[in-house]
C-alpha cells in the first residue's frame, strides 16, 4: 500500500507545477481550477498498480493533465520562441503611464526632456487622457500649432466625461485665431455621418459659447456651415454643432478594422478554466468594476431626460458591481427618492451606507436624501 507520503509528495509536485506554469497574467483564469485538479492527478497517479490495467489508467490521467494544461505549455513554448527570435525589453500595454516624472521635468523647466520622455512613454503603452493632454500643452509650448490640434483632437475619443471635452473643447477655441486659412466652399447638401463616441455640441446663435449639449454615438443628418470663420458641422433643422474637425475626430470606420482573433484549439479549455474559477470565487473585480462603469455611463444619460424609472435598476446593479464607488451609490439612492416613497429611499441609504466606507460630507449627502424631494 502506497504511503501517505507519496501521496502528499504527488500533491506538492502537482501543486509546483500549476503555480510555475500558471503565474503569466494571461493565465490567471485558468489558475485556480489547475491549482485544484493538476495536484489531484498527480496524487491518483501514484495510485494505479503496476500491472496493464494500472499502466493504461495512468496514461489516461496522465493524459487529461496534459490536455488541462495545454494551453500554458503552448503559451510559453509560443513566448520562448519569440523571445529567442526577438529578443526584447516587455512592457504591458495596460501598464498605468507614470506621469509624476514628466510633471517633475517641467516643474524644472526642462520642457523638451519632459516631451521626449513622454513621447518614449507613449510607445510602450497605451495613451492615457491625461498623458496626450500634458503633450498637447508640451507641443503648444514649443509653437507647434498644428501638431497641437491634431494631439487635442485624438483626446475627444479619450474623454470619459463632458467635463474632460468640454476642456478639450476650450483649448481648441483657444487655438482659433491661430488658423488664418481661408475657409473654402461649404458642400451644398446635407450629409449622413456616423460617429462612435459622445460629442458636444455648442448652440450656434447668440454670444453665450457655454451652452452646450452632448450626442451619444450613432448616425446623424449634418450640414456645413460657418462659425466665426470656421467650418462647422451642425444638426439639420437644429442650432446645435461644433467644428468639422471635431466630428471627424469620432467618426465611425476612421480605424482600418482590427484583425479577428486567431482561433485555437486550446480557448474552449481556457474558457472551462475561466468558468470554474468565475463560479467558485466570482467575477474578478476589475471585470466588476467595468461592467459598473458600462452600466453608470448608460444610466447617465437617462438621468439627463429625467427617466429615472428606467435608471433605476441599471444603478442598482452598477452598485452592487461596484460598491465603492460613491458616485454611483448617490445616485441609485437619488433614483430611489424619485421613485419610491420615503421608507423606501431611507432603506436604501441604510444599505448604502453598510456596503462601503464613507467620508463624514458623503455620509451626510447621503442623509440628506431622506428628505422628500419638494423639501
Same mark, same amino acid.
Given at each position: 500500500?502506497?504511503?501517505?507520503?507519496? @501521496?502528499?509528495?504527488?500533491?506538492?509536485? !502537482?501543486?509546483?507545477?500549476? =503555480?510555475?506554469?500558471?503565474?503569466?497574467?494571461?493565465?490567471?483564469?485558468?489558475?485556480?481550477?489547475?491549482?485544484?485538479?493538476?495536484?489531484?492527478?498527480?496524487?491518483?497517479?501514484?495510485?494505479?498498480?503496476?500491472?496493464?490495467? !494500472?499502466? #493504461?489508467?495512468?496514461? #489516461?490521467?496522465?493524459?487529461?493533465?496534459?490536455?488541462?494544461?495545454?494551453?500554458?505549455?503552448? @503559451?510559453?513554448?509560443?513566448?520562448?520562441?519569440?523571445?529567442?527570435?526577438?529578443?526584447?525589453?516587455?512592457?504591458?500595454?495596460?501598464?498605468?503611464?507614470?506621469?509624476?516624472?514628466?510633471?517633475?521635468?517641467?516643474?524644472?523647466? $526642462?520642457? +523638451?526632456?519632459?516631451?521626449?520622455?513622454?513621447?518614449?512613454?507613449?510607445?510602450?503603452?497605451?495613451?492615457?487622457?491625461?498623458?496626450?493632454?500634458?503633450?498637447?500643452?508640451?507641443?503648444?509650448?514649443?509653437?507647434?500649432?498644428?501638431?497641437?490640434?491634431?494631439?487635442?483632437?485624438?483626446?475627444?475619443?479619450?474623454?470619459?466625461?463632458?467635463?474632460?471635452?468640454?476642456?478639450?473643447?476650450?483649448?481648441?477655441?483657444?487655438?482659433?485665431?491661430?488658423?488664418?486659412?481661408?475657409?473654402?466652399?461649404?458642400?451644398?447638401?446635407?450629409?449622413?455621418? $456616423?460617429?462612435?463616441?459622445?460629442?458636444?455640441?455648442?448652440?450656434?446663435? !447668440?454670444?453665450?459659447?457655454?451652452? =452646450?449639449?452632448?450626442?451619444?454615438? !450613432?448616425? @446623424?443628418?449634418?450640414?456645413?456651415?460657418? +462659425?466665426?470663420?470656421?467650418?462647422?458641422?451642425?444638426? #439639420?433643422?437644429?442650432?446645435?454643432?461644433?467644428?468639422?474637425?471635431?466630428?471627424?475626430?469620432?467618426?465611425?470606420?476612421?480605424?482600418?478594422?482590427?484583425?479577428?482573433?486567431?482561433?485555437?484549439?486550446?480557448?474552449?479549455?481556457?474558457?472551462?478554466?475561466?468558468?470554474?474559477?468565475?463560479?467558485?470565487?466570482?467575477?474578478?473585480?476589475?471585470?466588476?468594476?467595468?461592467?459598473?462603469?458600462?452600466?453608470?455611463?448608460?444610466?447617465?444619460?437617462?438621468?439627463?431626460?429625467?427617466?429615472?424609472?428606467?435608471?433605476?435598476?441599471?444603478?442598482?446593479?452598477?452598485?452592487?458591481?461596484?460598491?465603492?464607488?460613491?458616485?454611483?451609490?448617490?445616485?441609485?439612492?437619488?433614483?430611489?427618492? +424619485?421613485?419610491?416613497?420615503?421608507?423606501?429611499?431611507?432603506?436604501?441609504?441604510?444599505?448604502?451606507?453598510?456596503?462601503?466606507?464613507?467620508?463624514?460630507?458623503?455620509?451626510?449627502?447621503?442623509?440628506?436624501?431622506?428628505?422628500?424631494?419638494?423639501?
Amino acid at each position: 500500500m502506497d504511503s501517505i507520503f507519496s @501521496y502528499l509528495l504527488a500533491a506538492g509536485v !502537482g501543486l509546483l507545477i500549476a =503555480h510555475l506554469l500558471s503565474r503569466a497574467p494571461e493565465l490567471r483564469p485558468m489558475r485556480l481550477s489547475q491549482l485544484i485538479l493538476v495536484p489531484a492527478g498527480l496524487a491518483v497517479c501514484v495510485s494505479f498498480r503496476g500491472d496493464m490495467v !494500472g499502466f #493504461v489508467s495512468f496514461l #489516461v490521467v496522465l493524459g487529461f493533465l496534459l490536455v488541462l494544461l495545454a494551453p500554458n505549455i503552448s @503559451y510559453y513554448l509560443g513566448a520562448g520562441v519569440t523571445n529567442f527570435l526577438d529578443p526584447q525589453d516587455w512592457n504591458a500595454t495596460e501598464e498605468e503611464i507614470a506621469l509624476r516624472p514628466i510633471r517633475r521635468l517641467i516643474d524644472k523647466d $526642462q520642457y +523638451h526632456q519632459a516631451l521626449g520622455n513622454l513621447d518614449d512613454l507613449l510607445q510602450k503603452h497605451n495613451p492615457t487622457y491625461e498623458a496626450i493632454l500634458i503633450k498637447a500643452k508640451l507641443l503648444y509650448h514649443f509653437g507647434r500649432v498644428d501638431e497641437t490640434v491634431a494631439t487635442l483632437l485624438s483626446l475627444i475619443e479619450l474623454s470619459k466625461s463632458t467635463t474632460q471635452q468640454l476642456t478639450v473643447m476650450e483649448l481648441l477655441r483657444s487655438l482659433e485665431e491661430q488658423d488664418q486659412s481661408p475657409p473654402t466652399p461649404l458642400a451644398p447638401s446635407a450629409r449622413r455621418v $456616423q460617429i462612435d463616441h459622445e460629442l458636444i455640441l455648442f448652440q450656434l446663435a !447668440g454670444e453665450d459659447s457655454s451652452l =452646450h449639449k452632448e450626442i451619444r454615438p !450613432g448616425a @446623424y443628418e449634418v450640414e456645413e456651415t460657418l +462659425h466665426r470663420n470656421h467650418r462647422w458641422l451642425k444638426l #439639420v433643422g437644429e442650432n446645435w454643432g461644433n467644428f468639422q474637425i471635431c466630428w471627424e475626430a469620432v467618426l465611425a470606420n476612421r480605424h482600418p478594422p482590427a484583425l479577428p482573433p486567431k482561433k485555437s484549439p486550446f480557448q474552449r479549455i481556457a474558457r472551462m478554466h475561466q468558468a470554474i474559477s468565475t463560479a467558485i470565487k466570482g467575477k474578478p473585480r476589475r471585470q466588476l468594476r467595468a461592467e459598473a462603469k458600462a452600466l453608470f455611463h448608460e444610466a447617465k444619460h437617462l438621468i439627463r431626460r429625467k427617466e429615472w424609472q428606467k435608471a433605476l435598476p441599471l444603478l442598482e446593479k452598477a452598485s452592487a458591481c461596484d460598491p465603492d464607488r460613491y458616485e454611483i451609490a448617490y445616485r441609485w439612492v437619488q433614483a430611489v427618492r +424619485h421613485t419610491g416613497n420615503t421608507a423606501a429611499t431611507a432603506n436604501a441609504v441604510s444599505r448604502v451606507l453598510l456596503q462601503s466606507q464613507w467620508t463624514e460630507n458623503e455620509i451626510q449627502m447621503l442623509h440628506q436624501l431622506k428628505r422628500p424631494p419638494s423639501e
